[in-house]
T-cell receptor
Framework: DAKTTQPNSMESNEEEPVHLPCNHS???????IHWYRQLPSQGPEYVIH???SNVNNRMASLAIAEDRKSSTLILHRATLRDAAVYYC?????????????FGKGTLLTVNP | NAGVTQTPKFQVLKTGQSMTLQCAQD?????MSWYRQDPGMGLRLIHY???????DQGEVPNGYNVSRSTTEDFPLRLLSAAPSQTSVYFC???????????FGPGTRLTVT
């Protein structure tokens, strides 16, 4: 499985934008970039995913570098509820088990 | 929609006991899976199913059995509990066409 690298932790202030980076230099052409987050004592929650183009949904935006070796999850206005561990995961579209390989992720702290 | 539900929320077992962790979803998802999360670690895939009557092993299947007799339910059976199976167990489901996995709230299992 291709690996991802994320900072261990980041801090933000409430109502400010947050840019969470992810490096995936060994990504293959059929790997989708997924983001999940896990709030304390809860199960992981899907945030967004993309292949090549930038993606937007009601939760966040995903900016993918042109060479696809890195991506950035953008939370446009952080709230206290966004404090969580954010996982950047590569999922190969050709695989049959849809296994999500969770690393250590980035612990996002949001200050009031 | 209730989404993905798991029971029980908490369970304490003695070594050697068996039990079944229940998982149900009401979204008509074809794909269901079980993960375990140990302290300070990412989630690891135990078993998965791409439809009723079809199951397969994930990354850490030893000591666990699954069955999928209906689309809605995917129980995980611990055959003979061991302290190494102390963990938080998450069930997830997904439409095969969407790549968005929905996770349940988890079952916290302690084996003494």
């Amino acid at each position: 499985d291709a690996k991802t690298t994320q900072p261990n932790s980041m801090e933000s202030n409430e109502e400010e934008p947050v840019h969470l980076p992810c490096n995936h230099s060994t990504i293959s052409g059929t790997d989708y970039i997924h983001w999940y987050r896990q709030l304390p004592s809860q199960g992981p929650e899907y945030v967004i995913h993309g292949l090549t183009s930038n993606v937007n949904n009601r939760m966040a935006s995903l900016a993918i570098a042109e060479d696809r070796k890195s991506s950035t999850l953008i939370l446009h206005r952080a709230t206290l509820r966004d404090a969580a561990v954010y996982y950047c995961i590569l999922l190969n579209s050709g695989g049959s088990n849809y296994k999500l390989t969770f690393g250590k992720g980035t612990l996002l702290t949001v200050n009031p | 929609n209730a989404g993905v539900t798991q029971t029980p929320k908490f369970q304490v077992l003695k070594t050697g006991q068996s039990m079944t962790l229940q998982c149900a979803q009401d979204m008509n998802h074809e794909y269901m899976s079980w993960y375990r999360q140990d302290p300070g670690m990412g989630l690891r895939l135990i078993h998965y199913s791409v439809g009723a009557g079809i199951t397969d092993q994930g990354e850490v299947p030893n000591g666990y059995n699954v069955s999928r007799s209906t689309t809605e339910d995917f129980p995980l059976r611990l055959l003979s509990a061991a302290p190494s199976q102390t963990s938080v167990y998450f069930c997830a489901s997904m439409h095969l066409s969407s790549y968005e996995q929905y996770f349940g709230p988890g079952t916290r299992l302690t084996v003494t």
